[in-house]
């Protein structure tokens, strides 16, 4: 069982919700990462997204599209992300770590170099978001292979084939983004997502996190009736924007306790 297998199965046995946070790496600086991702666990986080940064984040909005341009300023790329985490991993081996990013820093490393590489810093997961099921059969068996989880979004427009496939290539849990467009857009209508799970967990049987626009506690704690999980990130990064360096790190230990508290009540 994977980290984030046994992290997902926990919390199910306690009744509780996972909380998935969302940084940059690099962003706002790279000596700030690792302090960042510790106050990530520290305020609450079951399971953290680290993205990898690129020069064209399709999916992403301004927020995370300007953290990705702060990160590439220093010239961070995917063997220093996987250098972060290994650091990270120094002194927390249990929170589980998912890389998100795009195809074209994994092809420029080779997959197969980039899934050994992976493994060897403990990172537990990985999110391509250019990656569709149909087309990384292989790729995902050898993540798994090496004890690592594929994980694939699943979107409103979602057809029932794709579905199907998410099911058979992804482990881990299924990311249900919960808006037609880019990452940090507003307006979550909790109904619809009620009812696009249901649709979803008739072939996929594992747990379900809900991502792009959960922007406070109440909009979390509402997705968290009907998911397994919320994903936090261009909330998380305003945070960051918005605080000076010093207090970052602080700021958002503090800004995830407010919704760990509210998925817990």
Same mark, same amino acid.
């Given at each position: 069982m994977s980290r984030i297998q046994s992290t997902f199965a926990a919390l199910a046995a306690q009744n509780k919700k996972a909380l998935i946070t969302f940084i940059t790496a690099g962003d706002p600086d790279p000596e700030l990462t690792v302090?960042? $991702?510790?106050?990530? +666990?520290?305020?609450?986080?079951?399971?953290?997204? $680290? !993205? +990898?940064?690129?020069?064209?984040?399709?999916?992403?909005?301004?927020?995370?599209?300007?953290?990705?341009?702060?990160?590439?300023k220093f010239g961070i790329g995917l063997r220093d992300v996987l250098a972060l985490v290994a650091e990270f991993r120094q002194t927390n081996s249990t929170t589980p770590i998912v890389l998100m990013g795009y195809a074209n820093p994994i092809e420029h490393m080779g997959q197969q170099a980039y899934i050994e590489a992976a493994k060897e810093a403990g /990172?537990?997961?990985?999110? /391509?978001?250019?990656?569709p099921p149909e087309e990384c059969e292989e790729f995902a068996r050898s993540m798994h292979a090496n004890g690592l989880d594929m994980i694939f979004l699943l979107s409103p427009t979602s057809t029932?084939?794709?579905?199907?496939? /998410?099911?058979?290539?992804?482990?881990?849990?299924?990311?249900? /983004?919960?808006?037609?467009?880019?990452? !940090?857009?507003?307006?979550?209508?909790?109904?619809?997502?009620?009812?696009?799970?249901a649709a979803i967990r008739k072939h996929v049987k594992l747990p379900i996190g809900v991502g792009f626009g959960i922007r406070d506690a109440a909009t979390a704690k509402a997705v968290a009736a009907v998911s397994d999980a919320v994903v936090i990130g261009s909330r998380i990064i305003q945070e960051l924007e918005n605080s000076p360096r010093e207090q970052a790190v602080d700021a958002v230990r503090t800004f995830l306790r407010g919704i760990r508290k509210a998925l817990d009540e």
């Amino acid at each position: 069982m994977s980290r984030i297998q046994s992290t997902f199965a926990a919390l199910a046995a306690q009744n509780k919700k996972a909380l998935i946070t969302f940084i940059t790496a690099g962003d706002p600086d790279p000596e700030l990462t690792v302090p960042l $991702l510790h106050a990530l +666990v520290d305020g609450g986080a079951d399971v953290i997204e $680290l !993205g +990898v940064p690129f020069s064209d984040p399709m999916a992403e909005g301004p927020v995370i599209q300007r953290a990705c341009e702060r990160a590439l300023k220093f010239g961070i790329g995917l063997r220093d992300v996987l250098a972060l985490v290994a650091e990270f991993r120094q002194t927390n081996s249990t929170t589980p770590i998912v890389l998100m990013g795009y195809a074209n820093p994994i092809e420029h490393m080779g997959q197969q170099a980039y899934i050994e590489a992976a493994k060897e810093a403990g /990172v537990d997961g990985t999110i /391509v978001v250019d990656y569709p099921p149909e087309e990384c059969e292989e790729f995902a068996r050898s993540m798994h292979a090496n004890g690592l989880d594929m994980i694939f979004l699943l979107s409103p427009t979602s057809t029932e084939e794709r579905i199907e496939q /998410v099911a058979k290539a992804g482990s881990g849990f299924s990311y249900y /983004v919960s808006l037609k467009g880019v990452t !940090g857009a507003a307006n979550i209508d909790t109904a619809e997502v009620a009812q696009r799970i249901a649709a979803i967990r008739k072939h996929v049987k594992l747990p379900i996190g809900v991502g792009f626009g959960i922007r406070d506690a109440a909009t979390a704690k509402a997705v968290a009736a009907v998911s397994d999980a919320v994903v936090i990130g261009s909330r998380i990064i305003q945070e960051l924007e918005n605080s000076p360096r010093e207090q970052a790190v602080d700021a958002v230990r503090t800004f995830l306790r407010g919704i760990r508290k509210a998925l817990d009540e």
